[in-house]
């Protein structure tokens, strides 16, 4: 199993992301993933979008795991956010995120991608972490908490 930090790279962290929607701040959270892999921007978005509105990615507590399958990446890729101002994401509790964790996964590891995504979900529905990650005052903070739940959580 792939653990966050191996997924997750220091400079796909953003720890103050300003956003004014949920399409914007998948935008912003894309164009930062593209800087080192290559991938298809606006095709990325357009299936983030299409598989929120199959039913959102939102978790609860202003946590948001968006993720989708796409084609032309090798290997799946990571990203994180803590906005600024909590967005709008439809949550089931109707709280709006401010934690946002994005999953792009190739299309040839479906079963892997949901493992990983079981894995995330169980590390970020954890209030300790929640928490943790919005008082956290750095990228590198943020990266450090990820390893330690990562080990803590027995993937």
């Known amino acids: 199993m792939t653990i966050i930090v191996d997924l997750l790279e220091l400079d796909a962290i953003f720890s103050q992301m300003h956003a004014q929607s949920m ?27 299409e598989r929120e509105k199959l039913g959102s990615t939102a978790i609860g507590n202003g946590v948001a795991i968006p993720h989708a ?3 032309d990446i090798t ?26 964790f994005m999953l792009l996964v ?3 590891h479906g079963a892997q991608h949901a493992r990983t995504i079981s894995h995330i ?6 209030q300790s972490i929640q928490e943790n990650l919005r008082s956290a005052k750095s990228r590198n903070e943020i990266h450090e908490l990820f390893k330690n739940y990562d080990s803590s959580a027995n993937p």
Request: charge should be negative; aromatic fraction near 4%.
């Open 23 to 49: 399409r914007h701040a998948l935008e912003g959270m894309l164009e930062k993933i593209a800087q080192n892999h290559n991938i298809d921007q606006e095709r990325s978005l357009e299936v983030l979008v």
């Open 106 to 108: 190739d299309k040839e």
């Open 121 to 126: 979900s169980r590390i970020m529905s954890q």
């Open 75 to 100: 290997k799946p890729i990571a990203c994180f956010a803590r906005l600024k101002t909590p967005i709008k994401f439809d949550a089931n509790d109707d709280k709006p995120v401010d934690l946002l």
């Open 69 to 71: 399958l796409i084609e």
